[in-house]
């Protein structure tokens, strides 16, 4: 059912260096892509999201970066930092129906100090 | 404030029998949804429920279902549990319509089946 691909599984990365992950999806409905960040014993929240209508969002040190015709997208993280270490998960709907989002597998992202 | 709040946090079953999970969702907001996140993979969608009513069911068997109440809390229930519905389980609450707005997820109950 999944149809959001999500890669790499792992990640590590040191203190200050660039976290980029990246996911692709297949169905063509899918027009909000939000990335959602879990800590560990705690539920999904809401990191950064965007719209096929841009190609960029920048949210301080989080960047999404969208290819509509390649139908990927992917999350960078500048000046990663140790605190930044968690899960991620990015995810694909159609704008008008959160019943239909996916998520991607994830990937456990580790900054080293 | 509050937010998305679920109980209990973690419980174990054997297989065959019956759990019901619940979450209180943020104050004003109406609408729930349920996910299963199993271990290593994303969550999936389960139910969304908006003003007591089901408003969306995802690719789940009938062992699982769902009621709002009210105050807008909800329950999870799931009987005959097999192995493999060990998993944590997520509720989310959304402050906008029925199928839009941002999901606020709880912290989950995991539920373990021996």
């Known amino acids: 059912q999944q149809q959001v691909k999500q890669s790499p599984q792992s990640l590590i990365v040191q203190k200050g260096g660039i976290s980029i992950i990246n996911c692709a999806y297949e169905n063509t409905a899918f027009d909000y892509f939000p990335w959602y960040q879990q800590f560990p014993g705690k539920g999904p929240a809401l990191l950064i999201a965007i719209r096929p209508d841009v190609s960029e969002k920048k949210e301080g040190r989080f960047t999404i970066s969208f290819n509509k015709s390649a139908k990927q997208f992917s999350l960078h993280i500048m000046d990663s930092q140790p605190g930044d270490s968690a899960t991620y998960f990015c995810?694909?709907?159609?704008?008008?129906?959160?019943?239909?989002?996916?998520f991607g597998a994830g990937t456990r992202l580790t900054v080293k100090p | 404030d509050a937010g998305v709040t679920q109980s209990p946090t973690h419980l174990i079953k054997t297989r065959g029998q019956q759990v019901t999970l619940r979450c209180s969702p943020i104050s004003g907001h109406k609408s729930v949804s349920w996910y299963q996140q199993v271990l290593g993979q994303g969550p999936q969608f389960i139910f969304q429920y908006y003003e007591k009513e089901e408003r969306g069911r995802g690719n789940f068997p009938d062992r699982f279902s769902a009621r709002q109440f009210p105050n807008y809390s909800s329950e999870l229930n799931v009987n005959a549990l097999l192995l493999g519905d060990s998993a944590l389980y997520l509720c989310a609450s959304t402050g906008q319509g029925a199928l839009t707005g941002e999901l606020f997820f709880g912290e989950g109950s995991r539920l373990t089946v021996l």
């Open positions: 995810a694909a709907s159609p704008v008008y129906n959160n019943n239909d989002m996916r």
